[in-house]
């Protein structure tokens, strides 16, 4: 019992910290990018293929975000990340996973993966 609370307590405070750092950063008004650490490569490498502004509208894990990357890089054309993956992936996981969604702003949460339609290369495996 004493490790599901201290395996509960530890993500509790993950994901409370998400919320509350991006809360002491202003956000880019251009980009819509929460100003913290990290935001400058995100906004260099995102904003060469796609607008930053749909960031926000597609939180997700770290896992998730690594995927969505790969994804990019194995089929849109995007360059290896290399030595930016880790920045990448720290800032996206820590201002914009699922328990740092304003719903203030978004009027629902986004669609679990079971939800969404296929991606276009799996349309072609078929």
């Not at 100003?35 to 896992?63: D, F």
């Not at 690594?66 to 820590?94: C, F, H, K, S």
Request: proline share 6%; charged share 20%.
């Amino acid at each position: 019992m004493k490790k599901y609370l201290y395996v509960f307590a530890l993500l509790f405070g993950t994901c409370s910290f998400g919320a509350a750092a991006a809360e002491q950063y202003p956000v880019d008004k251009a980009t819509g990018l929460i100003m913290a650490p990290g935001w400058e490569i995100v906004k260099n490498q995102c904003n060469a293929c796609h607008t930053s502004l749909i960031i926000p509208q597609n939180v997700g894990s770290r896992e998730v975000w690594r995927d969505t990357i790969q994804w990019m890089i194995d089929t849109q054309g995007l360059w290896e990340l290399n030595e930016t993956w880790d920045p990448v992936l720290d800032y996206l996981e820590t201002y914009y996973n699922e328990s740092g969604i304003d719903m203030r702003i978004f009027r629902r949460k986004p669609l679990e993966a079971a939800q969404m339609p296929p991606l276009p290369l799996h349309r072609e495996q078929e």
